[in-house]
């Protein structure tokens, strides 16, 4: 498996394996209204496409801004995606190192496609990674003091032959799945200042765990 | 350290496990001095709650010394405190609308899913009680991990002996969220079902509500008699038709508020509580749910069902259509403890409540598993068994 070869697979942010700019675009504008009704697309029995949509609200008892800022911060992401090993910035891009299966990782470069300050970021993956990705998350007032409402939304379509294979083996761990414990994560480490563990020793924590797994 | 596990169906053991960690910031480590087994503990003893694992530690009813703190802990060494059973983060919607029991942080993330499959939403985290709600080491050890002890745990003044104060880890505040929940008025007649620790408290706090009249409905007659010394007066199921009994006793007009301090091993011969205990054997998830179902035809139209005993699973056959027709209202869930907490401290520190009258054993940490098949089996005489770590053996009492 080279390290061209897996996108963002496997990560919260990385799951997106995007079918191309063009469908992401439309894709992207139809988030909040899939269809005839007012719910978000990824919530239709059928969202009439192709392609595999993971997406995700929670509410955080933060202001806006401070979750834009953590979150534009990409390097501050490996701390609640269990899956990132580390996200470095390289000439403007960034280099997301991503744990694969029996050890091994991957990386993955990103470029930021639109970001507007406090409300939303979206990142796609650069056109030489063998895998296009895009992801986006958006933060919105709740109502009163609730705080902020965070939607990740991701778009991925696993590429056919031995790559799709590996990634799809890559995909056990369910992107949904992936995308919901990441961002209770967030939501964690963004409430409580720590992400909650039932470990019960230093060398049962969730670290630990996931490095052993790993091998 | 040695800790209460569980390995099975009635099987309980005092292992030597490995003494828990700071981990989190906000983490404290306790020295436990008292520990309760709760009605609750027996249905992870009975196996009819999903989700628990051999070797997992159980207890939610501890207290015990501080002796050692994370970096944001409030926590100080040497303080003794009670922890409430309910783990709470303080920051999320849940937690500051003091729903504590409902709070989103404290379960981790990867615990969630199967609660959420269950019951739409994930449960929060509680000590000792499955992985369903986090797989937290519980409190029946020498020692504990305490996560967010900056939040939960309430210091305990040092002339409160232990057997004063232990109760406000649970079942105190949770006899009290019990009757609020009734809304009890002055004038009003109050039945509740279930003359166990939670029933118990239920009644004292329903007097102190100021209830006209609380009628207590068990077959124990040792748990009826506490019952009675509490100002109740009492109905044995094994001998009265309670329904018709509760019509009486309020006037022809049925209880303006019910309390089910029962849950979900509700005793009783009824034909549909014998198939429930067949389909609980045989696990598929069925809760035996005929106190429940008594108190909502014994409420009065307009009257108000309040749930604190536990349920986990589905039931057959429930009334919903007296529930309707009659207009009634159901509160219910896991207490939010640490709403109550200061408060009860004050009300036992003034002597308007004492939770001493119902301990009936004090046993060593290492008969933990005699004290459980007790308090299961001989449930009359058993009403409530601390297990004390450092206790020696022989001075049980
Ligand atoms: N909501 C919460 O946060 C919370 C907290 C603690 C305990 N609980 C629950 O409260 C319930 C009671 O706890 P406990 O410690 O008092 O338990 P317990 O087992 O000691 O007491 C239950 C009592 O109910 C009586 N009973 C059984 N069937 C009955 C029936 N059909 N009618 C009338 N009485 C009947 C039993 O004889 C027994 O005395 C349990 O379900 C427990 O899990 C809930
Ligand atoms: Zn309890
Ligand atoms: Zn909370």
């Given amino acids: 498996m080279s390290n061209r070869n897996i996108g963002l697979a496997g990560t919260i942010a990385g799951v997106a394996l995007a079918a191309g700019g063009a469908a992401f675009a439309g894709f992207l504008s139809q988030r909040r209204k899939g269809g005839d009704d007012d719910a978000p697309l990824y919530t239709?029995?059928?969202?009439?496409?192709?392609?595999?949509?993971?997406?995700?609200?929670?509410?955080?008892?933060?202001?806006?801004?401070?979750?834009?800022?953590?979150?534009?911060?990409?390097?501050?992401?490996?701390?609640?995606?269990?899956?990132?090993?580390?996200?470095?910035?390289?000439?403007?891009?960034?280099?997301?190192?991503?744990?694969?299966?029996?050890?091994?990782?991957?990386?993955?470069?990103?470029?930021?496609?639109?970001?507007?300050?406090?409300?939303?970021?979206?990142?796609?993956?650069?056109?030489?990674?063998?895998?296009?990705?895009?992801?986006?998350?958006?933060?919105?007032?709740?109502?009163?003091?609730?705080?902020?409402?965070?939607?990740?939304?991701?778009?991925?379509?696993?590429?056919?032959?031995e790559l799709g294979r590996a990634i799809a083996k890559l995909f056990q761990r369910e992107p949904q799945v992936q995308a919901r414990h990441d961002l209770k994560r967030f939501k964690m480490l963004m409430e409580t200042g720590e992400i909650a563990t039932s470990a019960h020793t230093k060398d049962q924590t969730r670290k630990a765990k996931q490095q052993e797994s790993g091998q | 350290m040695r800790a209460l596990t569980w390995h099975g169906t009635h099987d309980v053991r005092v292992d030597t496990v490995d003494d828990p960690e700071i981990i989190n910031p906000r983490d404290a480590i306790l020295k436990?001095?008292?520990?309760?087994?709760?009605?609750?503990?027996?249905?992870?003893?009975?196996?009819?709650?999903?989700?628990?694992?051999?070797?997992?530690?159980?207890?939610?009813?501890?207290?015990?010394?501080?002796?050692?703190?994370?970096?944001?802990?409030?926590?100080?060494?040497?303080?003794?405190?009670?922890?409430?059973?309910?783990?709470?983060?303080?920051?999320?919607?849940?937690?500051?609308?003091?729903?504590?029991?409902?709070?989103?942080?404290?379960?981790?993330?990867?615990?969630?899913?199967?609660?959420?499959?269950?019951?739409?939403?994930?449960?929060?985290?509680?000590?000792?009680?499955?992985?369903?709600?986090?797989g937290y080491s519980g409190g029946q050890a020498e020692y504990v991990r305490v996560p967010f002890s900056d939040v939960g745990p309430i210091v305990i003044p040092d002339h409160l002996e232990d057997d004063k104060v232990l109760f406000l880890s649970d079942i105190l505040p949770t006899g009290w969220m019990g009757a609020e929940n009734a809304e009890i008025e002055p004038d009003d007649t109050v039945a509740v079902w279930g003359c166990g620790p939670v029933g118990l408290f239920a009644i004292q706090s329903a007097i102190v509500m100021g209830a006209s009249k609380v009628i207590a409905i068990d077959h124990y007659p040792h748990r009826l008699e506490l019952a009675k010394q509490l100002g109740a007066e009492v109905i044995d199921f094994r001998k009265t038709d309670v329904r018709e009994a509760l019509m009486e006793m309020s006037g022809g007009i049925g209880c303006d508020a019910v309390i089910d301090a029962v849950g979900m091993e509700a005793h009783g011969f009824a034909?549909?509580?014998?198939?429930?205990?067949?389909?609980?054997?045989?696990?598929?998830?069925?809760?035996?749910?005929?106190?429940?179902?008594?108190?909502?035809?014994?409420?009065?139209?307009?009257?108000?069902?309040?749930?604190?005993?536990?349920?986990?699973?589905?039931?057959?056959?429930?009334?919903?259509?007296?529930?309707?027709?009659?207009?009634?209202?159901?509160?219910?869930?896991?207490?939010?403890v640490q709403r109550y907490t200061k408060d009860l401290l004050e009300k036992i520190e003034d002597g308007m409540l004492d939770t001493t009258f119902l301990i009936s054993h004090r046993l060593p940490l290492e008969d933990a598993a005699r004290g459980y098949k007790n308090f299961r089996e001989e449930q009359d005489s058993w009403t409530k068994v601390i297990l004390k770590p450092g206790m020696e053996q022989e001075k049980a009492a």
């Fill in chain 2, 32 to 134: 436990i001095t008292s520990t309760a087994i709760c009605g609750s503990d027996l249905h992870l003893y009975d196996g009819v709650i999903p989700g628990v694992l051999p070797g997992d530690v159980l207890g939610h009813e501890f207290m015990g010394e501080v002796v050692e703190t994370g970096s944001d802990s409030t926590l100080k060494k040497g303080q003794r405190v009670v922890v409430p059973f309910t783990i709470a983060c303080g920051g999320c919607f849940h937690c500051n609308i003091k729903q504590y029991s409902a709070c989103e942080n404290s379960n981790p993330a990867e615990k969630q899913d199967m609660s959420a499959t269950l019951y739409g939403h994930p449960m929060a985290g509680l000590f000792g009680y499955s992985h369903l709600t986090g």
């Fill in chain 2, 271 to 336: 034909i549909d509580n014998m198939l429930d205990i067949a389909k609980q054997k045989i696990g598929i998830g069925a809760d035996r749910a005929s106190a429940l179902k008594q108190a909502i035809l014994a409420v009065r139209p307009g009257g108000r069902v309040s749930i604190p005993g536990v349920y986990g699973g589905m039931t057959d056959k429930f009334p919903l259509g007296a529930l309707m027709e009659k207009g009634l209202q159901v509160r219910t869930g896991q207490t939010h």
């Fill in chain 1, 44 to 161: 239709r029995k059928q969202p009439g496409t192709d392609n595999a949509i993971v997406g995700r609200t929670v509410t955080i008892r933060k202001p806006r801004a401070e979750l834009y800022k953590f979150w534009r911060d990409f390097q501050n992401l490996p701390q609640f995606m269990e899956n990132v090993e580390t996200i470095r910035e390289e000439g403007g891009a960034h280099v997301w190192v991503i744990k694969a299966p029996a050890g091994q990782t991957v990386n993955v470069k990103t470029e930021v496609s639109q970001d507007r300050e406090n409300e939303m970021i979206a990142w796609t993956s650069l056109d030489d990674s063998d895998i296009e990705t895009n992801g986006e998350v958006s933060f919105e007032d709740a109502p009163g003091d609730r705080g902020t409402r965070v939607s990740l939304v991701m778009f991925y379509d696993a590429p056919a032959g």
